[in-house]
């Protein structure tokens, strides 16, 4: 048994001295926004900025506000209005009717074979003109200047597709301790810091934020190859980088924010659909992500105050690192370091959010988004 634990505390410190070291080191290397300074007028080529919004009249006064101060000489803002039970048509209307830069297509069924999300999206590049487009969300908030300085540092890195990781509004304790515990596992996961290296799989794309070229996005099938896929924010990401396009990742903190889901129940029930999907609906891959969360977060600690001799040494060595690797993240995402202490809390969470989205898909043959079912057969069939 003695053995057994010491070549399995011997694995978990290997990973988190190769894997998270190297990955932390990584992240220290990403660009910052706010280092880049704001593009002139003649070096702004034309952006189409594109969102898709349903029934989201609470949190569309706020971004649209940040909108209309936006500093950018050639900027078409197209918004869609996906079916909307609520006042977000007449809003977005009303908001249009007050800036001249600004369209909103309204879009009344949904055709068979696409999710709804990706189908607004779709129909917003096809009324737009930007030779650049910028694939945003309906609740995200800009600075002004944070376009010309996206177009400095994507010009800079000779990036066609540019993602930048923004501010998360967080509020109390458990939207703290999660969100922040996402960030690490998202780091851990897909590893940002390759995603500039051509030679390399990794692919990074985040909602909030996507600023592509046009021409590459033509060129790799646009949101028609993503029309089934759930998270397509990602999947954007992975279908540039494999046709080949220049893709990298920037950290903007609060030059575009966003308040994701409010309250530890909201941000449970908000990531049904889409961690299921994130696992490509794999039950394996499932298995086996929630017993790397929980072995690599969780055992370390009980080595620790547990175990004996290098058994204990390795869980500590274990530990540190990943409380390194979390006070950064933390202090990156702008919460107090001491949040670190709720890793294992967090990583027990993440691994139920897993396990939850798994077992409600599966129980329910498929999702609900936007107010339409989608049998899981179509979804499986449409991951990209």
Same mark, same amino acid.
């Given at each position: 048994?003695?053995?057994?634990?010491?070549?399995?505390?011997?694995?978990?410190?290997?990973?988190?001295?190769?894997?998270?070291?190297? #990955?932390?080191?990584?992240?220290?290397?990403?660009?910052?926004?706010?280092?880049?300074?704001?593009?002139?007028?003649?070096?702004?080529?034309?952006?189409?900025?594109?969102?898709?919004?349903?029934?989201?009249?609470?949190?569309?006064?706020?971004?649209?506000?940040?909108?209309?101060?936006?500093?950018?000489?050639?900027?078409?803002?197209?918004? #869609?209005?996906?079916?909307?039970?609520? !006042?977000?048509?007449?809003?977005?209307?009303?908001?249009?009717?007050?800036?001249?830069?600004?369209?909103?297509?309204?879009?009344?069924?949904?055709?068979?074979?696409?999710?709804?999300?990706?189908? !607004?999206?779709?129909?917003?590049?096809?009324?737009?003109?930007?030779?650049?487009?910028?694939?945003?969300?309906?609740?995200?908030?800009?600075?002004?200047?944070?376009?010309?300085?996206?177009?400095?540092?994507?010009?800079?890195?000779?990036?066609?597709?540019?993602?930048?990781?923004?501010?998360?509004?967080?509020?109390?304790?458990?939207?703290?301790?999660?969100?922040?515990?996402?960030?690490?596992?998202?780091?851990?996961?897909?590893?940002?810091?390759?995603?500039?290296?051509?030679?390399?799989?990794?692919?990074?794309?985040?909602?909030?934020?996507?600023?592509?070229?046009?021409?590459?996005?033509?060129?790799?099938?646009?949101?028609?190859?993503?029309?089934?896929?759930?998270?397509?924010?990602?999947?954007?990401?992975?279908?540039?980088?494999?046709?080949?396009?220049?893709?990298?990742?920037?950290?903007?903190?609060?030059?575009?924010?966003?308040?994701?889901?409010?309250?530890?129940?909201?941000?449970?029930?908000?990531?049904?659909?889409?961690?299921?999907?994130?696992?490509?609906?794999?039950? #394996?891959?499932?298995?086996?992500?929630?017993?790397?969360?929980?072995?690599?977060?969780?055992?370390?600690?009980?080595?620790?105050?547990?175990?004996?001799?290098?058994?204990?040494?390795?869980?500590?060595?274990?530990?540190?690192?990943?409380?390194?690797?979390?006070?950064?993240?933390?202090?990156?995402?702008?919460?107090?370091?001491?949040?670190?202490?709720?890793?294992?809390?967090?990583?027990?969470?993440?691994?139920?959010?897993?396990?939850?989205?798994?077992?409600?898909?599966?129980?329910?043959?498929?999702?609900?988004?936007?107010?339409?079912?989608?049998?899981?057969?179509?979804?499986?069939?449409?991951?990209?």
């Amino acid at each position: 048994m003695h053995t057994f634990g010491l070549v399995f505390f011997s694995l978990v410190a290997a990973f988190w001295v190769l894997h998270g070291l190297r #990955v932390a080191y990584g992240a220290t290397k990403l660009p910052w926004l706010k280092n880049f300074g704001p593009a002139q007028d003649e070096a702004c080529p034309g952006i189409s900025l594109i969102f898709a919004a349903r029934d989201e009249e609470e949190k569309l006064p706020a971004a649209l506000a940040t909108l209309a101060e936006l500093d950018y000489p050639a900027l078409q803002i197209i918004a #869609v209005d996906d079916r909307s039970q609520d !006042a977000t048509g007449r809003i977005l209307d009303e908001f249009a009717a007050a800036h001249s830069r600004f369209r909103v297509v309204h879009i009344s069924e949904l055709p068979g074979g696409w999710l709804g999300k990706p189908h !607004a999206l779709q129909k917003a590049y096809e009324s737009s003109n930007g030779e650049w487009l910028l694939f945003t969300d309906a609740d995200v908030r800009f600075k002004p200047d944070a376009l010309r300085r996206a177009v400095t540092l994507a010009k800079q890195r000779n990036l066609e597709h540019l993602t930048l990781f923004g501010d998360v509004e967080m509020h109390g304790f458990w939207e703290k301790m999660l969100i922040t515990f996402f960030g690490l596992a998202f780091h851990l996961a897909t590893e940002p810091h390759r995603v500039g290296n051509s030679r390399s799989r990794v692919y990074v794309g985040v909602g909030a934020f996507q600023l592509l070229k046009r021409s590459a996005y033509e060129a790799s099938g646009t949101h028609r190859r993503l029309a089934m896929e759930v998270v397509d924010d990602m999947k954007l990401g992975k279908m540039l980088k494999q046709a080949g396009f220049r893709s990298g990742v920037g950290i903007a903190q609060d030059a575009v924010v966003v308040r994701w889901h409010a309250g530890l129940g909201n941000l449970i029930r908000g990531v049904t659909k889409n961690f299921f999907a994130a696992a490509g609906y794999n039950l #394996v891959f499932v298995a086996v992500s929630i017993a790397g969360l929980l072995l690599l977060n969780i055992a370390p600690l009980l080595g620790l105050f547990f175990g004996h001799g290098w058994i204990r040494i390795l869980a500590a060595i274990s530990v540190a690192v990943a409380l390194g690797f979390q006070c950064g993240v933390d202090v990156v995402m702008r919460v107090s370091p001491l949040y670190a202490l709720t890793f294992p809390l967090g990583s027990v969470l993440f691994s139920y959010m897993l396990l939850r989205s798994t077992a409600v898909t599966l129980w329910q043959g498929g999702i609900t988004w936007r107010g339409t079912f989608y049998p899981l057969d179509e979804l499986k069939r449409g991951v990209v």
